[in-house]
């Protein structure tokens, strides 16, 4: 997953692979719950920003959930929920800071989206297999793709 995000923002900006960060999410507002306890979303993020403000942050997770559906539509919106239904565990490549005003160009450009509040991350869902099975420059492709779509669109 970090190669797929160096891979990205070398596309962007060369020389940038430095910028990718290791994060864990643990906040139970925002990836949500696993049992009795607070569910764990590991993954990588670089933030563009810093180096070329046109772009902003894009990451990478992997991640398990054991909720319900509608626990899922609540805490992620219909959209993301529809994309995990089958999918558990997932990776899930995305950008942040879009409106939900944007939803329709979103996936008339064939992405999801994870819905918090009015504002939306588009990005793609897959299955690990699904990840490990195509090679790493596509996923860098579509990395860059979504840094472009939030230049465009969310920016």
């Known amino acids: 997953m970090r190669l797929v995000l160096e891979e990205t923002v070398e ?3 060369p020389n940038s692979r430095v910028i990718v960060k290791k994060h864990v999410w ?3 507002k925002y990836v949500g719950m ?3 306890k607070v569910a764990i979303w590991r993954g990588w993020s670089a933030n563009l920003r810093m180096l070329d403000p046109r772009f ?3 990451y990478i997770d992997y991640a398990e959930t054991s909720n319900s ?3 899922n539509e609540q805490l992620f919106g219909f959209a993301f929920s529809e994309s995990i239904k089958l999918i558990n565990p997932f990776i899930f490549l995305f950008v942040t800071s879009c409106s939900i005003k944007k939803q329709e160009e979103i996936i008339a450009a064939c992405f999801t989206f994870r819905q ?3 504002t939306i991350h588009p990005g793609i869902v897959t299955s690990p297999k699904e990840f490990f099975d195509l090679p790493l420059n596509q ?3 579509i990395g860059s793709e979504l840094l472009y779509l939030q230049h465009s ?3």
């Open 26 to 28: 643990r906040n139970a």
């Open 56 to 58: 902003g942050a894009i």
């Open 11 to 13: 596309q962007i900006v």
């Open 34 to 36: 696993s049992g009795e």
């Open 116 to 118: 918090i509040n009015a």
């Open 69 to 71: 559906t509608s626990e």
């Open 139 to 141: 996923w860098a492709n």
């Open 153 to 155: 669109i969310c920016g």
